[in-house]
């Protein structure tokens, strides 16, 4: 009975919690999901995301996914994942829309349909890969030697 009541009392903690994400609020301060240190921030209008170091990094990054259509992640060859990786996302006009740092392994934007240029910079060394943004989320791994 005991157990029956811890699980019946998590899971609806759980679906509180999932209820509570909804949709962020879109303004200058960030928004950051329940009990997480993840924050949504704004870039000249554009809404981002980053981090993933650690379960709860991850738990985070996966609760918010849904709500970018663009998803990069950074890692070593061999595996490791990369934090701090310096993020420039360009649209086809070569025009600067997004500039930032990742907090971890994983960066999430929410752009306008297009292609856009996704410049990552870590260890000294610049990659360059082509997003096309539509429907449902575009996916991006970078990796460093």
């Given at each position: 009975t005991t157990l029956a009541l811890l699980l019946g009392g998590g899971l609806s903690l759980l679906a509180g919690a999932q209820q509570t994400l909804g949709p962020p609020q879109?303004?200058?301060r960030g928004w950051s999901p329940p009990g997480g240190s993840m924050q949504v921030q704004t870039y000249q209008g554009v809404r981002f995301a980053s981090g993933g170091i650690g379960l709860s990094g991850r738990e985070q990054i996966r609760a918010l996914s849904s709500q970018f259509n663009?998803?990069?992640?950074?890692?070593?060859?061999?595996?490791n994942y990369l934090a701090d990786a310096q993020v420039r996302i360009l649209d086809s006009r070569g025009n600067v829309v997004l500039d930032a740092e990742s907090q971890g392994p994983y960066f999430l934007a929410q752009l306008s349909p297009g292609s856009y240029t996704v410049e990552a910079s870590a260890r000294g060394q610049t990659q360059r890969q082509t997003a096309r943004v539509g429907q449902?989320?575009?996916r991006l791994n970078f990796f460093w030697r």
């Open positions: 879109a303004d200058e663009l998803q990069l992640m950074f890692a070593m060859h061999g595996g449902g989320q575009s």
